[in-house]
């Protein structure tokens, strides 16, 4: 079984930077592919990011491409969102979600994963 606790979310405003992480328990961190979703009231959850457990390999939703960043610490079983520029339109619920994969390969939809955390809200406002 494998535990994940997301930090970071908070109330900014347009244009500010925030830095999410995720942090899991168990030693198979480094053997996991991780990903970050969201999901807007009355929205679908969508894919944000996700990273290779290698940490070789990224991925990024269009929306999201030259702002948000994803990163992992295997030694300290994390995963990091960095997101800058935010817009009043990442407004969500930031999900964390760990899946088993090949070393070199990104998950993008929330089915291949095999555990999530709680959540962590993000507001933007304009």
């Known amino acids: 079984q494998v535990q994940l606790v997301e930090s970071g979310g908070g109330l900014v405003q347009a244009e500010d930077s925030l830095r999410l992480s995720c942090t899991t328990s168990?030693?198979?961190?480094?053997?996991?592919?991780m990903g970050w979703f969201r999901q807007a009231p009355g929205k679908e959850r969508e894919f944000v990011a996700g990273?290779?457990?290698?940490?070789?390999?990224?991925s990024y939703a269009d929306s999201v491409k030259g702002r948000f960043t994803i990163s992992r610490d295997n030694a300290k079983n994390t995963v990091y969102l960095q997101m800058n520029s935010l817009k009043p339109e990442d407004t969500a619920v930031y999900y964390c979600?760990?899946?088993?994969?090949?070393?070199?390969?990104?998950?993008?939809?929330?089915?291949?994963?095999?555990?999530w955390g709680q959540g962590t809200q993000v507001t933007v406002s304009s």
């Open positions: 168990g030693r198979t961190f480094g053997t996991y592919a």
């Open positions: 990273i290779s457990w290698s940490g070789s390999i990224t």
């Open positions: 979600a760990a899946g088993q994969a090949p070393p070199f390969v990104v998950r993008t939809t929330p089915s291949r994963y095999d555990y």
